[in-house]
Structure formats: structure tokens, C-alpha cells
């Protein structure tokens, strides 16, 4: 049964009792800093398959990963070049992801679809951030939405599609903009953008040129 909780009904005790649930691999909906996400346990390999069935969403789609610091990114990736040092001490926390080579045998592959790279983000500090640090693992978190459908801004389309096949929804109201994060990865010390959201081109190629 789904347990729904608006913002101001969550407490400290809430907040550890959603955290071990998350890092147990259970399904909790909840509001980044671009939409809301359907989050679970990124090294829980069960709980991401959950997630592509309850989405509907295609397993050559990768999923990406939040996390709340840098000893996280750290667990899961095999290195950091220069050039994602400097993208990540511009942007994070905030709305980049950023595709990094992961390190091997950590997360699940389907993670990642398959490839040899994840994509991570560092979020901003609130209730995720806050729900990321409790449960002490880095989270998948897709948009809160049926595959192809509207993205996760509005609580009552959310609780439509995706009320009973979740452990939790996390109501902090309608999010008005719907705003993606950017995906970038560097390649061959240039910069390739996956896709353009929050944080634009212009912005980018500030920090590193751009690759055509």
C-alpha cells in the first residue's frame, strides 16, 4: 500500500523511516530540483528493475543517479578527469549530469544500459538531498512519470499513473516549470552535450569549449 504524506506532515521520524526504505529498495516519489523523481536504491539490482516495470520504460534507456556529495560519486565511478573536476566544481550541486566512466562490478548494468559510463548528479541541498544522505546510497531517480508520458510536475497526474505501484509519494506541491537537468560528457578534452535543460550550451562552453 502506497503511504502518501504532504510536505508538512514529514517529520524527522518520516524522513528515517522513507531513508531505510529507500536504501531497502523500496519505490518513493519525490521532488528534485528539476521534477519529481521515482527513486530507489541505485546498487539494488531488483528494485532499478522495478522501476524500468512501473514506468513502462525501455531498458535501453539508462537511468540517472543522484547523489548528496562526492564520497558517493567517488564509491561508483573509476576515475575523474580534469575536465569533469572542472565541470564538476562550476556546476554541482545543480541541474548537470554528467556521464563518467563507471567503475566495474559496483552498479548494475542495467543502470547504464548497458554502457561503459553512468550519469551522476550532485543535488541541491533539501528534502532529496537530505533523504540521499540518510540512506547512505547514491539513487536512480527517472522523472515520476509513465514512459512517454507528461514529466513529473504536477502531484495529481503523478498519483494517477503511479499512486498504487508505489511505496511512497512525497507531496511538496505542483512543480510550475518543467525543467530537465543538462547531460554532458567530455570527450577528447571538449565538451558534448546530450541534452540541453536547465543549464545552457552558452553556459557550458564558458568552462570547456564545445565539441561540434
Known amino acids: 500500500m502506497t503511504k502518501y504524506l504532504k510536505y508538512e506532515e514529514i517529520d524527522k521520524d518520516n524522513m528515517l523511516e522513507i531513508a531505510k526504505a529507500l536504501k531497502e529498495g523500496k519505490l518513493v516519489v519525490f521532488p528534485t530540483d528539476t521534477v519529481y523523481g521515482i527513486g530507489t536504491n541505485a546498487y539494488n539490482k531488483e528494485a532499478c528493475e522495478k522501476i524500468y516495470k512501473v514506468k513502462g520504460r525501455p531498458e535501453y534507456k539508462p537511468l540517472i543517479i543522484l547523489i548528496s556529495d562526492i564520497s558517493m560519486l567517488k564509491e561508483i565511478v573509476e576515475d575523474i578527469n580534469p575536465f569533469e573536476q572542472k565541470l564538476i566544481d562550476n556546476f554541482w550541486p ?84 518543467d525543467t530537465v537537468s543538462t547531460i554532458v560528457q567530455v570527450e577528447d578534452e571538449k565538451l558534448v552535450v546530450i541534452r540541453e535543460g536547465k543549464i545552457k550550451k552558452q553556459e557550458l562552453a564558458k568552462i570547456i569549449p564545445l565539441k561540434e
Do not use: F, W
Not at 562490478?105 to 532529496?128: F, M
Open 94 to 177: 545543480g541541474s548537470l549530469t554528467i556521464k563518467i566512466k563507471k567503475k566495474d562490478g559496483v552498479l548494475p548494468n542495467l543502470i547504464s544500459a548497458g554502457d561503459k559510463y553512468i550519469r551522476v548528479r550532485l543535488i541541491k541541498e533539501g528534502l532529496t538531498h537530505k533523504l540521499i544522505q540518510l540512506a547512505g546510497v547514491p539513487i536512480v531517480a527517472p522523472s515520476a512519470n509513465l514512459s512517454g508520458s507528461i514529466t513529473g510536475t504536477k502531484v495529481k497526474n503523478i498519483i494517477k499513473e503511479l499512486g498504487s505501484k508505489v511505496d511512497y509519494i512525497l507531496d511538496c506541491g505542483d512543480i510550475e516549470k
